[in-house]
């Protein structure tokens, strides 16, 4: 497909469990985020990769959360020993991003659905 | 620190009226601004970005905002709604883009439409 993919869709987890929630982005596209949105707000920040570079993390709420992108395509965020508070939907994005000297720039981020985790 | 506002949470109009809904944002240097629509049931849709230029920036399916630097503003407007227009609308802010590293987005809370027939 063209979009962005993402699977689950739905999780749910027992309090203490681990989870691993998958992003497949646009093919080609360099710059993948990840935002959690808890319920009745927007999206907040958590991560972001360029290639396979988690260039900003400052966004995971804890060390219970872990991203990767080892290939610079598909990523994995984790979170472990999962809490209540981790409920939420956790979305990707990513965009077409080229930098260097005189290239064009690109910040239009495309969506994945997102995948709902609910932690009992 | 950077923050985006959403003042209108939850707005229900009649088929055919317009529509104003209101973002401010507060950012340190120059600033990229967007709105997304989520329908129900789907993934989040970009509607309209600006980035420089014209302050007044049309999007998809009729929608258009204005860009008020002086207010810090960037409400989003559209003449005549439709029902199919029902849907949660966030307004959206990144930093410019500099070389190293794209920019994340700080969304607003997002209002929520209703249009009623």
């Known amino acids: 497909g063209a979009g962005v993919s993402q699977s689950p869709r739905y999780k749910v987890a027992k309090r203490g469990q681990d989870v691993a929630l998958r992003c497949d982005p646009i093919?080609?596209?360099?710059?993948l985020f990840w935002y959690q949105q808890a319920l009745g707000q927007g999206p907040e920040f958590l991560t972001y990769f360029q290639n396979e570079a988690q260039l900003d993390k400052s966004g995971l709420p804890s060390d219970r959360f872990f991203a990767e992108r080892p290939e610079g395509s598909v990523s994995t965020l984790k979170i472990q020993r999962t809490q209540q508070e981790d409920s939420a939907v956790y979305l990707c994005?990513?965009?077409?991003?080229?930098?260097?000297?005189?290239?064009?720039?690109?910040?239009?981020?495309?969506f994945g659905p997102g995948t709902r985790l609910t932690v009992l | 620190a950077q923050s985006v506002s959403q003042h209108n949470h939850h707005v229900i109009l009649s088929e055919a009226a317009s529509l104003e809904l209101g973002c401010n944002y507060s950012y340190g240097g120059t600033v990229n601004l967007f709105w997304y629509v989520q329908y129900p049931g789907q993934h989040l849709q970009l509607l309209l970005k600006y980035f420089s230029g014209d302050p007044l920036v049309k999007g998809i399916k009729g929608f258009e905002a204005e860009f008020i630097k002086s207010k810090f503003s960037f409400n989003l407007r559209k003449p005549s709604v439709q029902w199919s227009d029902t849907a949660e609308y966030f307004c959206a802010a990144s930093g410019a883009i500099y070389r190293a590293t794209a920019s994340k987005l700080t969304f607003g809370t997002g209002t929520r439409l209703q249009v009623t027939l």
């Open positions: 994005a990513s965009s077409l991003f080229s930098g260097g000297k005189g290239a064009t720039i690109h910040n239009e981020q495309f």
């Open positions: 093919s080609g596209h360099v710059s």
